[in-house]
């Protein structure tokens, strides 16, 4: 029998195929992460200061904006970090602390476009009954059933990564601590929490992207039978930043699914798209495309401006 000693640190190796681009990928990314912070915590802040965007939707699309505070900051502060010339390791539990609420935050913010995209459902198509629907008490419960789904994928993938004993090479030839960058360094047989990590992604994946699209199947046909031009435009304009922002966050990663052979850069490319840029886009959609939005931050400017 031979002796293994567990591993307590992981060498990050960054993204596949950028050697010598650090420097230029640190200015980018430190750009595009405070650009991200600084939008989203605007839209928060104009939420929470207006009193006339107290409603259902707003309230999901403030709780949106903090997690694509925390989203990015699970993976962008340790990057930033190394790619400015520190070191790359990572500590055992830090790794495992990374794929944990990377996995969670990602899932609770899926299960929450799921939720934005039933309110507008009911908002549009039973207009009359929407505040019966969407009570307070409805709200607070899909949203804390958003949270445990989310935490329940996190600690069944988390669990079945880091039960496996990792003792060989730690070197994770990625920019952050993903199931499939950290599988292969296990000492023995991963093959049963690759195929669990790849159900549970894949079937949570399919089950949110499937009650979106029946909301907005439902959604396209109540808006196709209002008669009036104005009425129709009124219909579509509060659905479209919410359509566009569910396209930008599960547009890259149905790219991963059609290529033939998987390519580690456009991978971590991908990656880079749902964690760092969609979480900044939403931020610059909802402010753009968003009258009530628009003119509350005006509002906030202006206090700014006084003050």
Same mark, same amino acid.
């Given at each position: 029998?031979?002796?293994?000693?567990?591993?307590?640190?992981?060498?990050?190796?960054?993204?596949?195929?950028?050697?010598?681009?650090?420097?230029?990928?640190?200015?980018?990314?430190?750009?595009?992460y405070?650009?991200?912070?600084?939008?989203?915590?605007?839209?928060?802040?104009?939420?929470?200061?207006?009193?006339?965007?107290?409603?259902?939707?707003?309230?999901?699309?403030?709780?949106?904006?903090?997690?694509?505070?925390?989203?990015?900051?699970?993976?962008?502060?340790?990057?930033?970090?190394?790619?400015?010339?520190?070191?790359h390791?990572?500590?055992?539990?830090?790794?495992?602390?990374?794929?944990?609420?990377?996995h969670?935050?990602?899932?609770?913010e899926g299960c929450?476009y799921?939720?934005?995209?039933?309110?507008?459902?009911?908002?549009?198509?039973?207009?009359?009954?929407?505040?019966?629907?969407?009570?307070?008490?409805?709200?607070?419960?899909?949203v804390?059933?958003?949270?445990?789904?989310?935490?329940?994928?996190?600690?069944?993938?988390?669990?079945?990564?880091?039960?496996?004993?990792?003792?060989?090479?730690?070197?994770?030839?990625?920019?952050?601590?993903?199931?499939?960058?950290?599988?292969?360094?296990?000492?023995?047989?991963s093959s049963?929490a =690759? %195929?669990?990590?790849s159900?549970?992604?894949?079937? +949570?994946?399919? *089950? $949110?992207?499937?009650?979106?699209? @029946?909301?907005y !199947?439902?959604?396209?046909?109540?808006?196709?039978r209002?008669?009036s031009?104005?009425?129709? =435009? %009124?219909?579509?304009?509060t659905?479209?930043?919410? +359509?566009?922002? *569910? $396209?930008?966050?599960?547009?890259? @990663?149905i790219? !991963?699914?059609?290529?033939?052979?998987?390519?580690?850069?456009?991978?971590?490319?991908?990656?880079?798209?749902?964690?760092?840029?969609?979480?900044?886009?939403?931020?610059? *959609?909802?402010?753009?495309?968003?009258?009530?939005?628009?003119?509350?931050?005006?509002?906030?400017?202006?206090?700014?401006?006084?003050?």
């Amino acid at each position: 029998m031979t002796n293994h000693t567990e591993l307590n640190e992981f060498i990050l190796l960054g993204i596949p195929q950028t050697q010598g681009l650090e420097t230029v990928l640190f200015f980018t990314f430190s750009f595009i992460y405070l650009f991200t912070l600084l939008g989203n915590l605007l839209i928060f802040t104009a939420i929470v200061s207006s009193s006339s965007l107290r409603t259902p939707m707003y309230i999901f699309l403030g709780l949106l904006s903090i997690f694509d505070m925390l989203f990015p900051s699970v993976t962008c502060p340790k990057m930033l970090f190394y790619l400015s010339g520190q070191s790359h390791a990572i500590s055992y539990k830090g790794c495992a602390a990374q794929l944990f609420f990377y996995h969670f935050l990602g899932s609770t913010e899926g299960c929450l476009y799921s939720v934005m995209a039933f309110d507008r459902f009911v908002a549009i198509c039973h207009p009359l009954r929407y505040m019966l629907i969407i009570r307070p008490k409805v709200c607070v419960s899909l949203v804390m059933a958003a949270w445990l789904v989310g935490c329940l994928q996190a600690t069944i993938l988390t669990s079945f990564t880091f039960q496996l004993t990792y003792c060989g090479p730690n070197q994770v030839n990625y920019f952050f601590c993903d199931i499939p960058a950290v599988l292969p360094l296990a000492c023995a047989d991963s093959s049963l929490a =690759q %195929k669990v990590s790849s159900i549970n992604v894949g079937f +949570l994946a399919l *089950i $949110l992207l499937f009650s979106v699209c @029946v909301s907005y !199947i439902c959604i396209g046909i109540a808006i196709l039978r209002i008669r009036s031009a104005e009425g129709r =435009q %009124k219909a579509f304009s509060t659905c479209s930043a919410h +359509l566009i922002a *569910i $396209l930008c966050a599960y547009g890259p @990663v149905i790219m !991963i699914y059609v290529q033939s052979t998987p390519n580690p850069l456009l991978g971590a490319v991908v990656q880079i798209l749902n964690n760092i840029i969609s979480p900044m886009l939403n931020s610059l *959609i909802y402010s753009l495309r968003n009258r009530e939005v628009k003119q509350s931050l005006k509002r906030v400017f202006h206090s700014v401006v006084l003050f």
